[in-house]
């Protein structure tokens, strides 16, 4: 055990008790009535509200690569000529 010398005062250990504030104590005695209670901001609950939509569009998302692979697998797929030049020529512009 760690002492310390308190001048004048005589030995006592390193962070022995502490005394209470007078706003502290006011606090523990009210924080015993009450129950603890937790808000979530509107920000939070706006989040877990986009990644629940966000799982509903992954599953979306994967059930269509699912039926264009099956396409593709099977020789049916037949994209959209103009669609695919398009993207092409806005992807090729981008990159000059």
């Given at each position: 055990?760690?002492?310390?010398?308190?001048?004048?005062?005589g030995?006592g250990?390193?962070?022995?008790p502490?005394k209470?504030?007078k706003?502290?104590?006011?606090?523990?005695?009210?924080?015993?009535?009450?129950?603890?209670?937790?808000?979530?901001?509107?920000?939070?609950?706006?989040?877990s509200?986009?990644?629940?939509?966000?799982s509903?569009?992954?599953?979306?998302?994967?059930q269509?690569?699912?039926?264009?692979?099956?396409?593709?697998a099977?020789?049916?797929?037949?994209?959209?000529?103009?669609?695919?030049?398009?993207?092409?020529?806005?992807?090729?512009?981008?990159?000059?």
């Amino acid at each position: 055990m760690t002492e310390k010398i308190n001048f004048g005062k005589g030995l006592g250990p390193i962070g022995g008790p502490s005394k209470l504030r007078k706003a502290d104590t006011a606090k523990a005695e009210t924080g015993k009535a009450s129950a603890d209670r937790v808000d979530f901001s509107a920000v939070l609950q706006d989040v877990s509200k986009a990644k629940e939509t966000s799982s509903v569009q992954n599953s979306e998302r994967a059930q269509k690569v699912a039926a264009l692979k099956s396409q593709v697998a099977n020789g049916s797929y037949r994209p959209d000529l103009e669609k695919v030049a398009e993207s092409l020529l806005k992807f090729m512009s981008k990159e000059s």
